[in-house]
Nanobody, 114 residues
Framework: QVQLVESGGGLVQAGGSLRLSCAAS????????MGWFRQAPGKQRELVAM???????NAGDSVKGRFTISRDNAKNTVALQMNNLKPDDTAVYYC????????WGQGTQVTVSS
């Protein structure tokens, strides 16, 4: 059974930084594509960043140059480093694994104040 548990969300002022972490069980993060999505109130869930099995990464246009996805194979975790946060980044952030079709965490709230 795949389980993804996010942590690290919170309230931060614009221009600040946060680091989200996703702890995985039931899968090996280096063996599947992993990613982060977000959903703001009244909006569709959107891709933030992905990391492939091979380690290549890509990010959504709105976060390129500010957010970085990484993987710690020893800890079996995936992280999202978010810098220069903006109020528009406010959303619930979800960890995703391309396993069992699609697996999702429960989400963690990120709120950026202006």
């Amino acid at each position: 059974q795949v389980q993804l548990v996010e942590s690290g969300g919170g309230l931060v002022q614009a221009g600040g930084s946060l680091r989200l972490s996703c702890a995985a069980s039931g899968i090996i993060v280096s063996m599947v594509a992993m990613g982060w999505f977000r959903q703001a109130p009244g909006k569709q869930r959107e891709l933030v960043a992905m990391i492939s099995r091979g380690g290549s990464t890509n990010a959504g246009d709105s976060v390129k140059g500010r957010f970085t996805i990484s993987r710690d194979n020893a800890k079996n975790t995936v992280a999202l480093q978010m810098n220069n946060l903006k109020p528009d980044d406010t959303a619930v952030y979800y960890c995703y694994a391309d396993a069992n079709g699609a697996s999702w965490g429960q989400g963690t709230q990120v709120t950026v104040s202006s």
